[in-house]
């Protein structure tokens, strides 16, 4: 196992346990050159909020893995703007408006 996977995986570990909350799971399927792929389990599979947590709770505990260059899953299937726009909403302060509301 390499290092980069034990540590992406240590990072999800706080993420878990909130994902284990709504009775899903998330562990970290393989990781190569870099980019790590992420699988969901449970109750995350048939989630309408999969890409929510993705981009909010999963994305966020591996941005900052010391060799971690990019994270997937194939089960999100939101695109890369929509998780973009995801992220932005949820850095703003309360109240504040941007140019994508």
């Known amino acids: 196992m390499s290092h980069v996977f034990e540590r992406a995986s240590d990072a999800l570990l706080s993420a878990r346990v909130r994902i284990r909350g709504h009775a899903g799971d998330v562990t970290v399927e393989r990781v190569q050159d870099g980019q790590v792929e992420v699988e969901f389990h449970g109750a995350c599979r048939s989630c309408p909020a999969l890409a929510f947590t993705y981009a ?13 260059r990019s994270v997937t899953s194939r089960q999100v299937h939101a695109s890369r703007a929509a998780l973009d726009r995801i992220q932005r909403a949820l850095n703003k302060h309360p109240g504040e408006r941007g140019i994508d509301d």
Do not use: F, K
Not at 56 to 68: H, I
């Open 56 to 68: 909010s709770v999963v994305e966020p505990a591996l941005a900052n893995v010391p060799g971690v």
